[in-house]
């Protein structure tokens, strides 16, 4: 692999990853927020938190991961005057 294939590769994993770490946090704080108004075991707002975290975050940075790939392509084929 050369270095712009690394440099690119890395690129996207970052972007990606970065978008599903936020994404994963916002979703535990507002599922937190809204089984704690809801009433709630403390327990059972954990366990709903760790799987709605986890979810959201995995399918965006799948999705991140493919769009980021095919948007860097797109831009490499194109001719830069």
């Not at 690394?6 to 599903?20: G, M």
């Not at 975290?53 to 991140?64: D, G, H, I, T």
């Amino acid at each position: 692999m050369d270095d712009e294939a690394y440099e690119t590769s890395l690129r996207v994993f970052q972007k990606a990853r970065t978008s599903a770490v936020l994404t994963g946090s916002i979703t535990a704080i507002i599922t937190f927020a809204s089984f704690m108004i809801a009433g709630f075991d403390i327990h059972v707002t954990a366990a709903w938190m760790f799987a709605l975290s986890l979810m959201s975050a995995l399918a965006l940075f799948v999705v991140m991961h493919i769009l980021t790939t095919n948007e860097l392509r797109r831009r490499q084929q194109t001719p830069q005057p």
